[in-house]
């Protein structure tokens, strides 16, 4: 059975506009810094595998270090964490521009910028998976809503940092990023969330075993982190250095920020059939929608004329988003509350630790194979994920559920 009619709670509230801005300006700024990067070092003379490399030092850390940010976010709070992540990442993104400014940057520095960037993601991306449930009564209503809002930020930033790098310069890009991370920092402190309570009679080694033990119980839950480590590295990692020497030498740098805007359209597009359509097995339904998916990297492999090209990426745009909303729902709505920093932060730590792995190789892997054979690679392998995860019982099979599940699964 599947209810097609949004729940009447309330969601536009104080808090959850606070934090829908918060969160909109933070993605609005990480997808900028991607695109910025890729072609600023692209424009630079950097190559490639140099893309590759700076983009995956930056998933690198984030991976490493997201367990410790859940860890601390449920030992302390979330907020102020995140908070302090956003000036740290304010602080990086202003030093890049700066140097940018006076000259060319070393291809250290640049590492070491992402490897900042990373650390301080990691410190603020567990929270934002806790917050929903304290700011909204729904929360798949509110993981539409906020899908939407990414596939929006996800549109505007990658052609906003586009024009700014073709029209301006790459320290302009880095300026703008920065200010988007000022704007999440005062929307999180305004919030009124309610008291914390946490347990910190247990030390982080301790917390780190009960948050693993909570996450190794659900096989759902494991058993998706597993497909999304072939996906991560098959797909995720390479799509953008790969994809943007595919498109850029097809149809120049403006193509390659139209292709990825098209991409935050078919996010908002399934965010918003995400927030009317509620499967009574979400995985399953976002598993369907995940079908959608490998027609990024087939567009990026096929660089067909740029109007099929931008309907590819915005296709895969929707079976992402909608499995996305399906995913979120359910890791928050089925572990307890006073664990779900940590179970996030395995999750998270998880789905992506491959990624930095895929962008590592996607320079020798370019020149082993060439660009177009590894994208279409790319798109069989994201297939086969999206087929795994229809055959997976306790993935096709997990139910919807409001209210958090104790049990294992």
Same mark, same amino acid.
């Given at each position: ?18 934090y ?12 900028m810094?991607?695109?910025?990067t ?7 003379g ?6 590759g490399?700076?983009?995956g ?9 997201v367990?410790f ?9 979330p907020?102020?964490?995140m ?12 030093a890049?521009?700066?140097y940018? $400014? /006076? ?31 304290q700011?909204?009564a729904?929360p798949?209503?509110?993981?539409g809503v ?13 052609a ?6 073709? *029209?301006?310069?790459a320290?302009s ?12 920092g ?12 946490a ?12 948050? $693993? ?15 999304w480590?072939?996906?991560? +590295? ?6 953008t250095?790969?994809?943007?020497? *595919? ?6 740098k403006a193509?390659?920020g ?18 009317r359509i509620?499967?009574?097995r ?7 929608a995940? /079908? ?6 087939? *567009? ?21 988003a909608?499995?996305?909303?399906? $995913? ?5 709505t ?16 998880? *789905?992506i ?7 590592? +190789?996607a ?17 069989? +392998? ?7 995860? /229809? ?6 099979r ?7 599940? +104790?049990?294992?699964?």
């Open positions: 059975m599947v209810t097609t009619v949004a729940a009447p709670a309330r969601l536009w509230t104080r808090n959850f506009g606070l829908f801005t918060a969160r909109t300006m933070a993605v609005l700024g990480d997808t810094i991607p695109v910025a890729a072609v600023a070092m692209l424009a630079l950097y190559g490639v595998g140099a893309v490399l700076t983009l030092a930056w998933m690198a850390a984030f991976a490493l270090f367990v940010g859940g860890v601390f976010a449920d030992r302390f709070h907020r102020p964490q908070i302090g992540a956003d000036a740290l990442r304010c602080a990086v993104q202003a890049l521009a700066g940018l $400014w /006076l000259g060319r940057p070393p291809l250290g520095v640049l590492v070491a910028a992402a490897v900042l960037g990373g650390l301080a993601t990691a410190l603020f991306q567990p929270g934002l998976t806790s917050l929903v449930p700011v909204a729904d798949q209503q509110a993981n906020l899908r939407v809002s990414q596939g929006i930020a996800a549109m505007a930033g990658p906003l940092a586009g024009t700014l790098v073709a *029209s301006v310069s320290a890009v880095f300026a703008a990023t920065a200010l988007t991370f000022v704007v999440s005062a929307c999180l402190a305004a919030l009124r969330l309610p008291p914390f309570e347990d910190r009679s247990t030390s982080t080694l301790e917390n780190l075993r009960t948050g $693993w033990d909570e996450f190794r119980s659900r096989s759902w839950l494991w058993t998706v982190i597993l497909i480590w072939v996906l991560g +590295v098959s797909v995720w990692g390479p799509i250095p790969v994809g943007a020497v *595919s498109i850029i030498d097809a149809h120049g193509a390659f139209w292709a990825e805007s098209a991409f935050g359209v078919g996010c908002v597009l399934g965010g918003l059939l995400a927030i509620r499967p009574a979400p995985l399953l339904g976002g598993a369907v995940m /079908l959608l998916f490998p027609l990024m990297p087939l *567009s990026a492999a096929l660089v067909p004329p740029v109007p099929l090209l931008v309907l590819g990426y915005a296709v895969s745009g929707v079976g992402w909608f499995w996305g909303v399906q $995913w979120a729902t359910s890791v928050q089925q572990i307890p509350e006073d664990r779900l920093n940590r179970v996030a932060a395995y999750e998270i730590a998880g *789905s630790l491959a990624v930095p792995l895929g962008q590592a +190789v320079g020798p892997a370019t020149g082993l194979l060439g660009a177009h054979r590894l994208l279409f690679a790319g798109a069989v +392998v994201g297939l086969g994920c999206a087929v795994a995860l /229809l055959l997976v019982r306790p993935v096709r997990l139910p919807r559920t409001l209210t958090p599940d +104790v049990r294992g699964a």
